[in-house]
Each structure stands twice: as C-alpha cells, then as structure tokens.
C-alpha cells in the first residue's frame, strides 16, 4: 500500500534486449566494424593494383587539387570541376523544383485532365532509364530545338528528377491535417492563398528528409553527363586519367570529394529539420 491507501499494479520487469543485439548496437562496436569494413576494402583494391604492377603516384594528386605558379595560387582541376558540378546540380534542382510542384498541384487537382497528364508524365519519365533520356534530349531533341550539351544536361536532370521531387511534395501536401484546409477555405481564403500561406510552409518539415535524398541523389546522378563530355567533375577525373593513368588515385579522390559534399548536405539539412520540428 502506498501513503495515499492505493496499491499500485506490479508487472514483471521489461526483458533486456538479447547481448546479441546489444553487442551490436554499441557505439564503439558499430565504428570499429565501419572501420574494419573500410580497411578491407582499401587492402583488397591495393592488393589488387600490387598484383596488376600498378605504379601508385599519390604524391601527384595534390598537384589537381592546387598548385603554386610563377602568377600565385590557382586551384586544379578536381575543384574547378566540382564547382562545375555544383552549378550544374543547382540549376537543375531548381528547375526540377519547379517542374515538381506544378507536377503535383495538377494531380492533387480536381480537372480529370490535369491529373491524367501527370500521371502519365511520372510514368513516362519514372520508367526511362535516366542515360536513355539523356541521349533523347542530347541527340534527338538537341537538333531539333537547338540544345547545346550543357542545356541537354540541365534538362535531362531536371525533368529526370522533377518526377521523383513531385511525388516528394505530394507526400508533404498530404501529411498537412485536413483541418487546415477546411479553416483556410472558412476564413475566405482562395486555393492558391491556401496553398502559399497555409499547406506549402507547413508541409516543409515533412519534405525535409526526402528532398535532402533527392538533392544528394541528383548529385551523383550529375556524373552522367560525362558521357557527352560535359564540363563537371567526373568528366575533369576522365581528362586527368587520359593524361596520366592514375586511374586509381583520381577515382578515389573524386569519390572522397563526392562524399564530403554529400555529408555536409546531410549535416545542414539536420539542422533545418531541427529547426523546424514541431511537436506531432
């Protein structure tokens, strides 16, 4: 009996979780297997370029990060051409934006018309491998409307990715309760007023965590365009392997810039989403 005069209920202890699955949800252990996991894979490629008589030439690559010439400093190929990248990504994340939401408003729309046609816009483009609709805008739609490479790429991106971002503020726009809209549409709001004041800065906590994916995935997706020998990353490590087969150190270090750009997209947008959390 307590001091008030009430028994309280006693139950049998929760069970601890298997020393299985508490051995591996350590923190220690979890880096220590990353880390042995990292290491095998960098034996078993160096093991590999030893038993084809590759020559390793690490001392030359800082010489395409940057270099110190008779005029001053001047940064190398490899962030000349990551800068290449990430204006390329941006301007086809925009426009991929863009393409999105008016994607989604059409099938979120009550004209039978509109939302058939974005159905089979997301089919069509959900169901073209993303290389395919890169020859299609470079050397089909290229001389017809007169695309250079570089606008070819920008919009093979942007529409490649527009179908997957559209579904990303579909999912938004439905998550935000049905209460808003009925309040909005009481106090005389127009749908489009609805839209901009209401739904679209509520359902940003929920688009967070996909857009941050789809942004991280139009990055990598923008090493494609290097088949048509477009100016950007990748594209600069296939110019520098040509010239010196160091095939290995550059792709190495082209992958190592790719994933630092990726975390601190990772690591921002957490702060956002923290930013905006609210209490469900």
């Given at each position: 009996?307590?001091?008030?005069g009430i028994s309280r209920p006693k139950g049998q202890p ?39 008589g590759y020559n390793w030439q690490w001392y030359r690559v ?137 739904i679209l800065p509520q359902s940003v906590r929920f688009m ?73």
């Open positions: 009996m307590s001091d008030l929760l069970p601890k979780p298997p020393f299985f699955k508490r051995f591996f949800d350590s923190t220690l252990i979890s880096v220590g297997i990353y880390a042995v996991i990292v290491g095998l894979i960098a034996y078993v490629a160096y093991t590999g370029a030893q038993g084809m800082p010489q395409f990060l940057y270099r110190n010439t008779e005029v001053g400093f001047e940064w190398g190929e490899i962030p000349i051409g990551l800068v290449a990248t990430i204006k390329l990504s941006v301007t086809a994340f925009i426009l991929a934006m863009v393409i999105g939401l008016l994607v989604a408003l059409l099938r979120l729309s009550d004209l039978v018309i509109g939302s058939a046609v974005a159905v089979g816009f997301l089919e069509l483009i959900r169901n073209i491998p993303l290389l395919v609709l890169l020859y299609l805008f470079y050397y089909v739609l290229g001389p017809i409307f007169g695309f250079d490479r570089y606008t070819a790429s920008i919009l093979t991106l942007a529409v490649f990715h527009s179908a997957l971002i559209s579904e990303i503020f579909r999912a938004g726009i439905n998550a935000v309760p049905t209460g808003q809209w009925e309040a909005a549409k009481s106090i005389g709001m127009s749908p489009s007023q609805t839209y901009r004041y209401i967070l965590p996909p857009m941050t994916g789809e942004v991280v995935h139009l990055i990598k997706s923008s090493a494609i365009v290097s088949v048509i020998a477009v100016a950007e990353l990748t594209t600069f490590g296939r110019n520098i392997i040509s010239d010196t087969y160091m095939s290995f150190e550059i792709w190495f270090t082209i992958a190592l810039v790719y994933l630092v750009v990726t975390l601190i997209l990772s690591i921002g947008v957490s702060h956002l989403e923290k930013k905006y959390a609210v209490d469900q």
